[in-house]
C-alpha cells in the first residue's frame, strides 16, 4: 500500500523532533496532506512563533489533525507571538478545518494587537479542548484586543462546529 500524505503521528520540539517548530509541521502538513488521523505531538516549550493554518488535504471528520501537548499538560506547551497591525494573532485558522487543539497554552503578548487565536474564511470542525487562551486586559471594544477573533469577511464564509472544551480563557 503507498500512501500519500502523513498518517500517525509527528513530533515537534525536544529531542531528536521530526520538526523544530509548530508552522514548519504545518507548512508539511498543509503541503503534503493527510491520509488518516495525525497526531503533532508538541514537547515540552515555549514556541515563540506565530502559526498560520491553512486548509490541510485529506483533512476530514474522520482524518482529523491533532495538534497536543506531548504531557497532556497546558502549561507544559505555551505557543506565544508579538503580533502587529498587519498580522494580528499568535494562532490563525485560515479556511481551516477539521483541526483540534489540546493541552496547549496560546497566548498574545503583544499590548496593543492581541489577538490569540484568529479564524478567518470558511471554519468547520474546529475543537479545542483543555486549552488556555490568554490575551491582554483592555477596556477598549476594539477588535484588536479580543483574545479570540472571528472574522466573517465574505457571504460565503461558513462557521460550523467550532467547539471549546474544558479551556482557559
Given amino acids: 500500500i503507498i500512501y500519500t500524505g502523513y498518517r500517525d503521528t509527528l513530533t515537534v520540539g525536544g529531542s531528536s523532533p521530526m520538526f523544530t517548530d509548530i508552522q514548519s509541521a ?3 502538513l498543509v503541503s503534503t496532506g493527510v491520509c488518516g488521523p495525525t497526531f503533532v505531538k508538541i514537547r515540552p516549550g515555549v514556541y515563540s512563533e506565530q502559526v498560520l493554518i491553512r486548509a ?9 489533525v491533532t495538534f497536543i501537548s506531548s504531557t497532556n499538560d497546558s502549561s507544559d506547551v505555551t505557543i506565544n507571538f508579538s503580533a502587529n497591525i498587519s498580522n494580528n494573532y ?3 485558522f485560515n479556511n481551516a478545518s477539521n483541526i483540534v487543539f489540546k493541552h496547549i497554552t496560546i497566548e498574545a503578548v503583544n499590548t496593543t494587537y492581541a489577538n490569540a487565536v484568529s ?6 470542525n474546529l475543537s479545542f479542548s483543555n486549552c488556555h487562551f490568554i490575551g491582554i486586559s483592555s ?3 476594539s477588535s484588536n484586543y479580543y483574545t479570540l477573533y472571528r472574522n466573517i469577511s465574505a457571504s460565503n ?3 460550523q462546529q467550532i467547539h471549546f472544551n474544558q479551556c482557559r480563557i
Avoid at 56 to 64: K, Q
Avoid at 119 to 124: F, H, P
Fill in 157 to 159: 464564509d461558513v462557521t
Fill in 139 to 141: 477596556s477598549s471594544s
Fill in 26 to 28: 504545518v507548512d508539511a
Fill in 56 to 64: 490541510i488535504p485529506g483533512s476530514s471528520t474522520t482524518n482529523m
Fill in 90 to 92: 499568535t494562532v490563525r
Fill in 119 to 124: 479564524i478567518i474564511g470558511s471554519a468547520v
